[in-house]
């Protein structure tokens, strides 16, 4: 084993102690002794800017509907925090990764999904096409560094469609502004052929970045869980859904065609479009079979693996009281889960869901009866072997970020019962993947305590 240990006088004193360590390699064996130098070095390593080699990770594949790792069942239980890069970029707010990364593995969370992208705003990583700050990138390189070290593994998003942090506006107006624009309307993100050129310049930028802790591109780096193509992509100016599905088709195409390790999704939110008629009664209303996305349809392209689908009763005003929104939600879930197994043959991952802290009569204990059939939903899938294979709560922040709480973010570790419920879902998961062996390792202990 090679500790990729970079040359000069910081890593001198690095070296003698690994060399010492490396005495007792045969004692501790592989595993142990990895962990060993990480827990002793890594702190020091991080600061030093000095290559450590980091704890063991396989890449998760996917067998049919079960997503896998070394040929075992790997169990999702996720959480977004889209802040992490944005955050990692400045000194003063960088501990907040280490913080919530280290709170999400102590609930047993398995998967965080998260922005690899800043177009154009401010601590932009694209600052315009094909232009990188390196300072931000390095940014994303402690992220991904750091989730390893905490057992996490990242649901990697490659733009949005909406404003926030650049998104598909940024690209149109950048391609405006070089005077090569098709159409100002932002929905040309997806039909300009230059502004496509722009996207897979963007992807191939991030999937073949070498992480300057480590040397290992992204696309070699199995901490990354997945890759999606798009937050919540909506083409609205072609209903017939024709040009999101070009637009996925070729980006799909290209991503695998740099990347083979990594699954891939869209970044869905779920809804039924015109090429499934006969589900457009599950949306939440008619308008929402007509903004050009189409779940079955998108998600049936063949380099995609798993697919994804979002959850906001609120925002999609499916009723007024508690157990209308629980009612509705609760088709909205089997009815994925059903494509999946049926029409899909892939897994289905709720990959946002959230309940607003804004509207009238809100009450905390409302968000743990919603949060719950969510669970409950996803694990007697799990269990039975069906195709919704788990859910990411939206969103989680640590203390000190109420800026970045729009009405849905809490703290997990402020609000008890939220917290209990969510490691109590980590660990039935578990161990109904791997047994009661497991649960003595790593995640385990995070279940027996
Ligand atoms: C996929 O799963 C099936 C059924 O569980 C199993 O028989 C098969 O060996 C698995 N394939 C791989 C490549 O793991
Ligand atoms: C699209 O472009 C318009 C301006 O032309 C902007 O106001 C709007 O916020 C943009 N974004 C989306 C998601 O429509
Ligand atoms: C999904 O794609 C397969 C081919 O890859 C095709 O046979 C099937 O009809 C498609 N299903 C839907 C619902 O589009
Ligand atoms: C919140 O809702 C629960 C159950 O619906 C109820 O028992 C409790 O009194 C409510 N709390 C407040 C402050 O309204």
Redesign the pocket.
């Known amino acids: 084993m090679s500790h990729k240990l970079q040359k000069g006088r910081r890593g001198e004193g690095l070296e003698a102690m690994l060399a010492a360590n490396r005495v007792l390699y045969p004692i501790l064996g592989l595993a142990s002794c990895v962990a060993f130098i990480y827990m002793s070095f890594g702190d020091l390593a991080w600061d030093l800017g000095v290559h450590v080699r980091e704890p063991e990770m396989s890449f998760v594949g996917r067998n049919g509907t079960r997503f896998v790792v070394d040929g075992k069942a790997f169990y999702v239980n996720g959480w977004n925090s889209y802040w992490l890069m944005d955050q990692a970029v400045e000194e003063n707010s960088r501990p907040r990764v280490r913080a919530m990364l280290q709170a999400g593995a102590k609930m047993g969370l398995t998967v965080c999904r998260t922005w690899a992208f800043n177009d154009g705003a401010y601590n932009a990583l694209q600052v315009s096409p094909g232009h990188f700050d390196e300072r931000v990138f390095k940014a994303l390189d402690r992220v991904i560094v750091e989730a390893r070290r905490h057992g996490i593994r990242l649901l990697l998003c490659l733009t949005n469609n909406l404003d926030a942090y650049g998104g598909k506006t940024q690209y149109v107006k950048w391609a405006w502004e070089e005077g090569i624009g098709l159409s100002s309307s932002n929905d040309s993100f997806f039909f300009d052929p230059s502004i496509r050129g722009y996207f897979k310049n963007y992807i191939k930028a991030i999937l073949t970045r070498k992480n300057h802790l480590n040397d290992i591109q992204y696309k070699d780096d199995p901490t990354i869980f997945a890759w999606e193509l798009m937050n919540e992509p909506r083409c609205m100016s072609d209903v017939s859904g024709n040009t999101l599905q070009e637009w996925i088709e070729e980006m799909a195409a290209y991503v695998k065609s740099i990347d083979k390790n990594h699954l891939l999704t869209i970044g869905l939110e779920g809804f039924y479009g015109p090429a499934s008629s006969h589900k457009l009664s599950l949306n939440p209303g008619p308008w929402f079979s007509t903004l050009g996305s189409d779940f079955i349809r998108n998600s049936n392209v063949s380099n995609l693996d798993f697919a994804s689908v979002h959850i906001y009763p609120d925002q999609w005003e499916v009723g007024v009281a508690?157990d209308q929104k629980i009612n509705y939600i609760s088709k909205w879930l089997l009815s994925h889960i059903e494509d999946g197994d049926r029409e899909l043959k892939k897994p289905v991952l709720f990959t946002e869901f959230g309940l607003s802290d804004q509207t009238k009569d809100f009450?905390?204990?409302?968000r743990d009866?919603l949060y719950k059939s969510i669970f409950d939903i996803v694990y007697r899938s799990v269990r039975k072997g069906r195709a919704g294979a788990g859910a990411f709560v939206w969103q989680f922040m640590v203390p000190g970020m109420q800026e970045y709480a729009d009405d849905f973010g809490f703290v997990p570790e402020e609000k008890p019962s939220m917290y209990s419920l969510i490691k109590k879902q980590s660990c039935r998961l578990l161990k109904l993947g791997h047994g009661k062996d497991l649960l003595k390792r790593k995640f385990g202990k995070v279940c027996l305590e």
């Open positions: 508690l009450n905390h204990s409302h009866v």
